[in-house]
């Protein structure tokens, strides 16, 4: 069986990681197209290092651009590769641009597509990611689910035939980095704090491209009562520029850096006493290591972790102070997100699922 990848962004190379590593366990080949959506070493090259992830077979260089620009040059460059080396499927995860180029490729060449992380919706239309999910979905032949509430999603469109429930990969690394850093802690970079502190990120569209509201939330964490470590997204940074928006602040609470590295992501998370952000996978992640999350959006994609207060949403950016400090909830866990093997059961769909039973 031959898989071909299509990945770009950060949150893709996490969840590629574990996937790469069960294909090569039972010796599958396993093309790895990099789009070039993140192209900073702190944005991509790290996270292959990092996570042990093979060098991309093939890298399409795209770079940013506005939504159209950027998945138009994908798709341009995708055909000819993926008429190369003709897979039995196309493997896209999660909801970015390169996933929906991915998808669209793929289709154009009737190749058979899967979509990991299918099924998840924040029912917000002004979001790309949600276009990028729905559309990816409909096109995609196999849809593995990570979660029970993404496959309600799915059948409620009438996709359940396609749909298997498989887990999350990202708990699959993220349980496997966090062992691997209680076991040996990595040593603190430099410049973290050293009291309490949250670790934060900014990033979405609806919380970077408007100026008042960039700077309310920025001005916020600035205020909160405990050390802010803010992971600062090339997004971040370049509309915190443009709209004269400082990020340092020496005396405040916020102590901005760049991106981390997965492992010393983790090892920050269980370092913290909670997390402040709008990225998904972050809100799972703190969920999955047991510190507090609050979301500033006005909806999640990964509810399960709103369960007993894990996560809070907070998107109108009050009481920010009050949630960010709190105490973790002190009912034991739930365990929505599979047992850590999620990226062995999709292996094992896709080779079920392949035309030719798999070999
Ligand atoms: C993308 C995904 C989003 C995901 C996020 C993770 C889409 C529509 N959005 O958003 O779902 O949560 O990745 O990070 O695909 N930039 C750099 N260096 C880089 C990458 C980006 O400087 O390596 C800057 C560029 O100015 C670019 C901007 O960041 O225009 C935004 O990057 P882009 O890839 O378009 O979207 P993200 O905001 O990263």
């Not at 970079?189 to 990120?201: I, L, Q, R």
Request: glycine share 8%.
């Amino acid at each position: 069986m031959r898989v071909l990848s299509v990945v770009g962004a950060r949150p893709q190379f996490v969840k590629l990681a574990p996937v790469a590593s069960a294909l090569a366990a039972e010796r599958f080949e396993h093309v790895i197209v990099h789009t070039g959506q993140h192209y900073d070493a702190a944005m991509s090259d790290a996270f292959f290092a990092d996570l042990d992830i093979p060098v991309p077979t093939v890298h399409l260089g795209v770079g940013s651009g506005s939504h159209g620009v950027q998945t138009g040059a994908m798709l341009a460059a995708l055909g000819s590769v993926l008429g190369e080396h003709q897979p039995d499927w196309v493997l896209v995860y999660g909801d970015t641009n390169s996933t929906l180029a991915g998808a669209i490729s793929a289709v154009k060449l009737q190749l058979r597509i899967a979509h990991l992380e299918a099924g998840l919706r924040s029912f917000n239309r002004r979001m790309p990611e949600e276009h990028n999910r729905i559309l990816t979905d409909h096109a995609a032949d196999l849809l593995l689910a990570p979660t029970r509430v993404a496959m309600r999603h799915l059948a409620a469109e009438g996709l359940a035939e396609r749909s298997v429930l498989v887990g999350d990969v990202m708990t699959d690394i993220c349980l496997r980095v966090r062992d691997a850093v209680l076991d040996r802690p990595p040593p603190r970079p430099k410049g973290h704090p050293s009291g309490d502190y949250v670790v934060a990120t900014i990033h979405r569209a609806e919380n970077t491209d408007d100026p008042d509201r960039l700077r309310s939330i920025v001005d916020g964490l600035a205020a909160l009562p405990v050390s802010v470590l803010l992971l600062v997204h090339p997004r971040l940074a370049m509309r915190c520029r443009a709209f004269g928006i400082p990020l340092d602040r020496t005396g405040t609470a916020l102590v901005p850096r760049a991106p981390l590295p997965y492992t010393d992501l983790v090892a920050a998370v269980l370092d913290a006493v909670g997390v402040v952000t709008d990225s998904g996978g972050l809100q799972k992640e703190a969920f999955l290591l047991g510190r507090p999350c609050t979301t500033l959006r006005r909806e999640t994609e990964w509810t399960e972790t709103l369960l007993d207060g894990w996560n809070v949403l907070a998107p109108d950016l009050e009481n920010v102070g009050h949630l960010a400090a709190r105490a973790a909830p002190r009912r034991p866990q739930p365990i929505p997100y599979g047992d850590g093997h999620a990226a062995e059961a999709v292996v094992a769909t896709l080779v079920d699922q392949a035309s030719d039973g798999g070999r």
